[in-house]
């Protein structure tokens, strides 16, 4: 169920049975010169669906900027500060949890949004507990990154070893391809790649990481591969979503 | 073109050809019994793809949450505060415009948001200014309403009098039918419906609004009604932003 | 009534009569080479206080200082930014809706105010929300624009027909003269005008605007057109102050 | 001069003479059963008019509305929050200090301000110093409180004693006399006044200070005293000023 | 009994005898030649921890870094904005105050704190009353600055006279002197030292006090005169406290 | 070298020689019935200053109070907010950057601070990198949790197997009573222990974390185990600070 196609009667009668909800959050961000810039707001929405048609749950309009201040010395990057971002979470969650939401499961896929998520997780339990919500104390928030999931690095550790890098990643890149075919792209890839450098500030990002990639080959990449990734993310995750639900 | 689905060469390459960007900005609120709570991102979202197309303008994701607080007594709502949104719009252009991007046309389906736009344009023209960034004072915004297109206007008032209303309009709702013909809503609409109550804050929206239209007849809109609309929105729009690009 | 010039005693009794209270709001900005920097805050404080005395209603001291970025290229202007005067609005009204006032009436002058204005309000329903004060769904906050009045609007064009502009206009500058006849200006005014360009950055807005005037000629300006403009501004605010008092 | 009633050419044309500007700053607060709410305002505007013509300095509009959180439990007060006075003491200081100014001199006519303003300050000097601003090293601000001149402090003690008290005293409110006799207030005051107790949050001021005052008696007070205090301010604060404008 | 060394389990069986808590707020700055960076942390702290002994009290962590923006051109100091100063303290007194305590004793050791504590004092006095805390009305602060305790001037100017100084004093470095005996610097003093200019930024500062010293020799501190403030400071300002403690 | 016995002299000295500083950070919060409320932040200290003496850094006051609002439902617990505390981080890292410092070590005590800490880093890089400071690409800051260490988690698993638990665990105990072997506490510990629960908010973590321990048994912990850990950190720290050091 995807709030953005249901109406708010819907979602009422929605909340008579569950108090959960998934939002998917991604980045517009550099991918590398072959890696889509969408890669990571992609990923999470194909996946977020996928586990909110496998548990029947309502699939909320995808976060599709986060944090990723270390990427903007590469055109076409947009991102959050994350004080920023801290406000539109509390505000998101706000929202859904005066609504009668309570169980908040974010579909991650940028490792950058991670640090920035869990501020805000924070922020807004003490936010929430400061305006007497009647179900404040019942509200929980979790990250989900598919790209943790253990069956999901096995299967890229699997398909190309070191060569999976840690951003602009085949595996990534694999899932965008199965998902948007008609977006696959073609560019020479030097082989020599950055790695090993920490992340620090964009301009000493992109010094280190000078096409945007991380010690990663893409091209190996395959739409075949990343349907195998969609599936294993959307069967970790949907179980992990349930356990969420039915934990106290 | 779309960001998204695009590389970071790519989008190189598109700023030396031009400055401009499209961003479609929607909201996630009830649209009344009918109306699909995505509806204002959904329409601002197809139509900014058709300008993008008939331009060659490269298109942003679309930011589906905006200034809906007035929508929040009813659940699936989802508002950023105005302060929020306004360091959300200054965080997008700012990382747009360090990288190039001078002219920003906002597509935009919800005149919630108009209003803490304008404002965040005038807290991003002096923060830009106060950065230093070179082409601080190159960079213009405009908010390009669809659903205030004359033309759009003009057919809405033809078809539908005065039941297009002001909120969960037939004219809109026709758009979404036409988007996501899998997604048309059947539900009962009260011949009674609130009118002509100014908005204030949530609880009294809800007090008069109580469900969730504003004078208006959803039941009147069909997918062609939409295609239509779509149609002439993309034509003027794309007019409007190849005068942004042109003007000074 | 004016606010500052009672006591709180007196407040309180009020307060027993009526909810309701005018804000006037300006801004301290250029006006062209003979309209007076304070000239927005001059007409919202004197309209504001003919208001009062029509309707009995409480008049709280001027904002003189408004959203002016666009402005601020020009010597003796002064601004806050939109995120500023949000907050300023935000205290402004929840002090006053605690003492109980429920209903407020912004006199505004300055066209640059009305967009930050209604994002504060929408912040500020929300935040009284969230604080739980007893009334705070009563809370009704509305923007008058003395300049948009249609009797106002209707003598401008008799008056003034296109030389009117849309800044440093000789209607809010006869308005200034009628008030303050003593500080009449005389300075030489090009035949030459800048007009037609839309309002971005404070550096671009010098560029096309070059003495400040937006297509306005205020050398047509006396202070009997003046007197007119405030007796239309009068009649025609008190007219909607009451009907704003009165409506649900 | 006064900034509002000048043009910007003119104040182009003054800071070819001078960098100094004096800013009245007062508040919107209770000042007991016969004191104006806009006591410190009056008081401050009107001693700022007076320095400025002495010493042909140019005087902004008064800032109305300050830090009196603690007079909120009574029905007519207006108070920022100091976090919202700091950002629009920076708004002002930033736009004068670009535009040429650097010797900010605060006329101030309320205690509870004089925390704040000096945060502000320091917030503003490394703000300006952060923007790169020319003179961003010259800007220096000062607050001048005039009820703390000596002259006035002596005249005060003279004639009241201890009734001057230190809230709602008969100094201020002799000045407000003097400045608008039209609107002297007579109110039954009781013999018995709260006095002794610190100032802390707004519920705990009214409980030790039931009518507003502390530990003065304003029935003292006649508009003579008042324009003995006025003069004597006027004289001090004049010195204070060409004192500031000369110091490096 | 320091906070840091005690239980969460002792802290509730405190809480049941008295309300009441010390906290030390120092700075880290610049200290002219001689004196510690951390001087102020260290004289609070220590002062702090000799009133917890006297009183019973409890004292919590130190708050090393305050206010100190002016000092900030000379290598070693670390400020916070007011602002930010403001949301710390703000956060400190919201947690104790939910867990009970009601009155707050600010031992401060830098002038340059005051203003913005004050400042913070009354944006928490709001925040707890928004919060509906139960104990919100009760909630009292104080600021106590060791280095204006009569005693402690008094013994200042009679070993020093006008050699105090009012910054790298021999008075707070005597005291750092006897906690630290084996911290003592040397360096070359200039006999001209830098003295009657006011504060503003820190440029300007560093200009008018080149080796950071305000008119001080600290090269008359001792530790047995630091022995000496120590204890007439503690002895004040336990007296203080208990005042404090027992007033309403 | 520790920055608050130093003068301004030292450190402009130190700075010619090295641009790394470390930062302690800790946490002022429950730590069961008898971990001491400081816990973190006494570990952090002691290790930091430690690895200070090893390498010849200069180390910076402790920041003792963290992101702990988990922790808020126990008395004696003082948190930041993770937007203040971001503020914070951000605010010490600027100074310093200005002064020169361009390595920033954190020295971490609480896992509760990772992730704010990490959002502070992006925001601090960004901020710098718009302040123009000459070295803001150099600029580059790492947390490193002391507890974390693998020669510190191996010892801890060897003495405590699960008993270590994730809060309030024998090995933090342990330091602790090696640094302040008179503070060691005695209290009944239940053996029935929260544990495999996720944190939320603070009424939720105390629910089920009733006596504040996470599956630990602090019983277990000796001062001569704190040495053990106490030294292995020091010497893994120093190892990675050196490191930190002289990578690019």
Redesign the interface.
């Known amino acids: 169920m995807?709030?953005?196609?249901?109406?708010?009667?819907?979602?009422?009668t929605y909340?008579q049975q569950s108090g959960g909800i998934i939002i998917p959050i991604g980045s517009?961000e550099?991918?590398?010169?072959?890696?889509?810039?969408?890669t990571d707001?992609?990923c999470a929405e194909a996946i977020a669906r996928g586990v909110g048609e496998t548990t029947q749950a309502i699939v909320?309009?995808?976060?599709?900027?986060g944090?990723a201040?270390?990427h903007?010395a590469?055109?076409?990057?947009?991102?959050?500060?994350?004080?920023?971002m801290?406000?539109?979470v509390?505000?998101?969650i706000t929202?859904?949890a005066?609504?009668?939401f309570s169980k908040f499961y974010f579909i991650n896929g940028h490792g950058?949004n991670?640090?920035?998520?869990?501020?805000?997780?924070?922020?807004t339990?003490?936010h929430?507990?400061?305006?007497?919500i009647p179900n404040?104390?019942?509200?929980?928030?979790?990250v989900a990154n598919w790209f943790m999931c253990s069956s999901v690095y096995k299967l890229a550790k699997e398909l190309y070893g070191d060569q999976e890098g840690s951003h602009a990643t085949p595996s990534e890149v694999a899932l965008t391809q199965y998902v948007?075919p008609e977006?696959i792209?073609q560019?020479p890839l030097s082989s020599e790649v950055g790695s090993g450098?920490?992340i620090?500030?964009?301009?000493?990002f992109r010094?280190?990481y000078p096409d945007?990639r991380m010690g990663s080959n893409p091209a190996l990449a395959t739409p075949e591969h990343g349907k195998q990734f969609y599936e294993l993310a959307v069967k970790e995750l949907s179980n992990g979503y349930l356990e969420f639900l039915s934990?106290?």
């Open positions: 995807l709030l953005h196609l249901s109406t708010w009667q819907e979602v009422e909340l517009t550099q991918h590398g010169p072959t890696g889509l810039i969408g707001a992609i909320a309009p995808t976060i599709n900027v944090m201040l270390h903007t590469f055109p076409g990057t947009i991102s959050l500060r994350p004080s920023t801290i406000q539109v509390r505000d998101y929202c859904l005066k609504a009668g950058g991670i640090a920035t998520l869990k501020a805000a997780f924070s922020e339990y003490a929430l507990d400061d305006l007497q404040a104390h019942k509200v929980q928030c979790q948007y977006a792209k560019a450098h920490r620090y500030g964009a301009k000493d010094q280190y945007g934990a106290e």
